[in-house]
């Protein structure tokens, strides 16, 4: 029996992946606690005999919520699988990340096995799948464990493709529908990508292997038995979309627009993470490190097969198709593609570039010829992916334990965490919910109490109503009740479908009341058995069924296939591939890796922080400004720090302005901030702005505003195209979120911060505008062009504009003045003033052009005029001379007024 040695050593290398899954709590990361408390969700209804929920009725404060029927439940089965064996909840959900960590790898282990390439090509290619920047970033930093889930499921889809396409066989196939199944499970967007990618990844394998046609219904066959698999979940999701909010995952944060990427930032290597950040930096980069590696497997070309050759084009092809999908010039796609703008984040691509990426390393080390050399590139190669993501491996802050967590506790959890339902913006509530907000039910102290809540309201029931519990189930309450008289009945849910209200045993019409959408039912007068249960619907039982019955059939078949197979035809190699490993290679290779695990334990963890560095929390780095404002005593403004630098921008440009903020105390209340750009100049009009809805995108309720240290908030801020040249003010501040109008002041008493300088936004001068010579004055200032009308009708203002530049700071703010002189010389109208109000002289940098617009007021006799102007100081009168000695420059144009 041959033995994959490239596998075991490439589980050893992936084991160091899993190093923070031994500390106690999960890291601070997006959304991992609350993935967490799905599963804590989903096993209390396994404890009541519920094997898939739909609605998850200890959500929302008791009132209810549609999760499960919406949301892959896969990765919630799994955490309750371990709960069930008897592990507390957070070591269950601990296994499966550590299981998920080998699980994805291995995958691309496999694919690149059937590729034919060597065993130490794979295990590179499997570590760099497992040190894809993107993936340990949801690992740790992220923390959406059920796209997470997806990406590792999509390997081992892909690779039965493979299989099936290269081997054929009914076995195969069905593997293809059961894998593809459990993706459809898993999480909903990964799916629908995974989906676009196993196409793709079809047509490689398709040219690669030339199978028969008949292959390709086999292959629609499996992806129909996939749907068919999961039919109970994919089909209700899709079909009741318009029960629920769902349109709020296209608006605000969420909308894709907001959220393409540059290539600069794509093809990044992995920042250091300073640990006084309280949102640390968004690690969204296919890994510098990871792009060069496998561009430099191109040069092992000739060595590779005819079919590598195939999957090293179609692999590059693949990058390249996802990085643009990443990136702007893709927007089209994403906005008339069906389904692809609830993607919400085009950078999801990332996790999946990570498999195409891996194989081009993987290939580039398989095609090493020397043995010895071939232990070293795959050395150098594993040393450089752990390195590249070592600022990723480290995360910091206040982790969260929750091994003896409850529903009390899930409940806290959402409202401190501003979530609705363990949601980002409560996009799973049914249509009949139109309230702001849900505060809060009068179920909570009945969790607190560790009893399961009774959902009849008993506060609208009429005087002399007698009310006995028969049972009560999370979803399936009974009641024996005696009404005087006929009465609405109110229960603490949600009206959603599914819910039923029977008395005597037969359904009562239903309906949804108030802005919270409360089920309401009217029952007549006398005793009564009374129930309340979500019964479902007729077709999503329908949907189970079949869904259950095609597990069971295609089960039993393959069992019974396995059990016919004679054993000499069961191979005994892990993987089908190339030669095993020779000993010198596996010795080598086994000395490499334990070098590394003593010095990342002995010396790196407790010594090294060139990756992990900590900076002062009240002076962070790249803050360029201070402002030091607090707000309502719980917030504080360190500084800023703008681009452009000199506060001139143009018209259709961009503003990016970090702000760096520090909590001051605990807050209960959920802050947004907002970036205004109004007029310097009466009325000082709104004309654009920027709102996130949390600063840096960290809830103001989180740990990191209650620790020491600091949250970089950075706003990207699209200038009008249409936006009048002149001087801006800049104004921020912050807010209830979800109420604008609810400002938090600060402590003078202001609704906001002005930063202390006016942002210039500047008219670029035209080559027709442009002087041949500049004319000088002074020693600080030189006219470069003028744009003046050839004629004005009488009584018509004079719209001019001047085009400066400083040749030297200037310490004082100059005077313009602009005289209209007739044919004979005389004055007849003149405009003195700063040349730009709220941006006098002093503020202009050196070398850039700066647009002065000057108006006249109109003059009604007709004849031929010009302009005499010039620089003085006030109130001295001390004026900037011409080279020539004069004080001012008449322009040599005439203007006629007729």
């Not at 990085?323 to 994403?334: A, F, V, Y």
């Not at 681009?643 to 605990?666: C, D, M, Y």
């Not at 010389?825 to 006098?840: F, K, S, T, V």
Request: hydrophobic share 45%.
């Amino acid at each position: 029996m041959r033995r994959e040695w490239g596998f075991w050593l490439f589980l050893i290398g992936a084991a160091l992946a899993g190093g923070p899954l031994l500390w106690a709590g999960f890291p601070p990361s997006h959304d991992g606690v609350l993935h967490v408390y799905r599963v804590l969700e989903m096993d209390r209804m396994w404890r009541v005999g519920v094997f898939y929920p739909r609605w998850a009725p200890d959500l929302v404060f008791g009132l209810g919520y549609p999760l499960f029927h919406f949301l892959g439940p896969l990765f919630p089965w799994l955490g309750a699988l371990g709960m069930q064996l008897g592990l507390d909840l957070e070591s269950s959900v601990k296994v499966v990340l550590a299981f998920l960590i080998a699980f994805g790898g291995a995958g691309v282990y496999r694919m690149a096995r059937r590729w034919g390439i060597g065993e130490l090509g794979a295990m590179t290619a499997g570590l760099a799948y497992v040190y894809t920047p993107f993936r340990i970033r949801e690992l740790y930093w992220q923390g959406d464990f059920p796209q997470y889930l997806g990406l590792c499921l999509l390997p081992w889809v892909m690779d039965g493709l493979h299989a099936y396409l290269q081997r054929g066989g009914w076995v195969r196939r069905w593997m293809v529908g059961v894998l593809y199944g459990l993706l459809l499970l898993s999480h909903n967007i990964t799916a629908m990508l995974g989906t676009i990618t196993l196409i793709g990844y079809g047509v490689v394998v398709w040219m690669a292997e030339r199978p028969p046609r008949r292959s390709l219904w086999g292959l629609l066959w499996s992806l129909g038995v996939g749907i068919g698999l999961a039919a109970f979940f994919v089909i209700p999701a899709l079909i009741d979309r318009s029960l629920v909010h769902l349109d709020r995952l296209l608006q605000g944060h969420f909308d894709f627009r907001k959220h393409f990427l540059d290539l600069g930032r794509l093809l990044s290597f992995v920042p250091v993470q300073d640990q006084s950040m309280g949102n640390p930096q968004e690690v969204l980069t296919l890994g510098a490190h990871q792009i060069l590696i496998a561009t430099a497997s191109f040069l092992g070309w000739r060595r590779w097969s005819a079919h590598q050759r195939i999957l090293a084009i179609g692999a590059g092809l693949g990058v390249v198709g996802m990085i643009g999908m990443m990136t702007q010039p893709s927007r089209p796609l994403w906005e008339h593609l069906p389904l692809l703008a609830y993607s919400e984040f085009p950078w999801r691509w990332l996790g999946i570039a990570g498999i195409p990426i891996a194989i081009l390393i993987g290939l580039g080390v398989d095609s090493i010829r020397r043995p010895g050399w071939r232990v070293l590139g795959a050395g150098l190669a594993g040393l450089a992916l752990l390195l590249g993501v070592a600022p990723l491996l480290y995360p910091f802050g206040r982790f969260t334990v929750l091994q003896r967590a409850t529903l009390a506790d899930l409940q806290a959890f959402d409202r401190s965490a501003g979530l609705i339902g363990l949601t980002s913006v409560g996009e799973l509530l049914p249509r009949t919910v139109t309230a702001r907000e849900i505060t809060g039910s009068p179920l909570e102290e009945a969790y607190h109490q560790g009893m399961e809540p009774v959902r009849l309201d008993y506060t609208v029931l009429p005087p002399g109503t007698e009310v006995t519990p028969l049972s009560l189930h999370p979803l399936d309450q009974r009641f024996r009740i005696v009404l005087p008289d006929e009465t609405s009945l109110r229960f603490w849910v949600f009206a959603f479908p599914g819910w039923q209200v029977m008395v005597d045993r037969r359904r009562v019409p239903v309906k949804a009341e108030g802005e919270w959408g409360l089920l309401r039912a009217q029952v007549s007068g006398g005793p009564h058995e009374l129930r309340l249960c979500f019964c479902g619907r007729w077709d999503w039982r329908l949907l189970e069924l079949f869904s259950l019955g095609l597990w069971l059939a295609g089960s039993t078949r393959w069992f019974l296939h396995q059990i016919r197979r004679s054993p000499r035809r069961i191979k005994p190699a892990l993987i089908s591939g190339p030669a095993s490993l020779l000993w010198e290679e596996r010795a080598g290779l086994f000395a490499f890796w334990a070098l590394i695990l003593g010095l990342k334990f002995l010396y790196v963890d407790p010594h090294t922080t060139w990756f992990r560095p900590r900076s002062d929390p009240n002076a962070p780095p790249g803050m360029a400004a201070r402002a030091d404002v607090d707000f309502g005593g719980q917030v504080r403004l360190l500084g800023y720090t703008i681009s452009p630098s000199n506060w001139i921008a143009r018209p259709g440009g961009v503003i990016l302005l970090t702000l760096w903020w520090r909590g001051l105390r605990e807050m209960q209340t959920q802050y947004s901030v907002y970036v205004h750009v109004l007029e310097a100049l009466p009325p000082h009009r709104l004309r654009f702005q920027s709102d996130h809805m949390h600063p840096g995108e960290m809830p103001t309720t989180a740990s990191p505003w209650q620790e020491e240290r600091y949250i970089r908030d950075v706003h990207r801020i699209q200038i009008p195209k249409d936006l009048p040249p002149g001087p801006y003010r800049i104004k921020i501040g912050l807010y209830k979120l979800g109420k604008p109008w609810e400002v938090l002041l600060t402590d003078h008493g202001e609704n906001g911060y002005f930063l202390p300088f006016t942002l210039l936004v500047n008219r670029p001068m035209p080559d027709h505008a442009r002087l041949q010579q500049p004319i000088r004055f002074g020693d600080f200032i030189e006219l470069v062009g003028v744009e003046v009308p050839a004629s004005v009708a009488p009584g018509s203002p004079w719209s001019l504009w001047f085009y400066w530049r400083a040749v030297a700071p200037m310490r004082e703010s100059y005077v313009l003045f602009v005289h209209r002189l007739d044919a004979q010389g005389q004055l007849r109208g003149q405009r003195d003033g700063p040349p730009l109000e709220a941006w006098g002289t002093e503020h202009w940098p050196v070398g850039e052009i700066i647009a002065v617009p000057i108006t006249l007021e109109g003059i009604q006799e007709p004849g031929a005029y010009r302009l005499r102007i010039g620089w003085y100081i006030w109130p001295s009168m001390e004026h900037l001379f011409l080279p020539s000695g004069e004080p001012f420059y008449v322009l040599p144009e005439e203007i006629q007024v007729r």
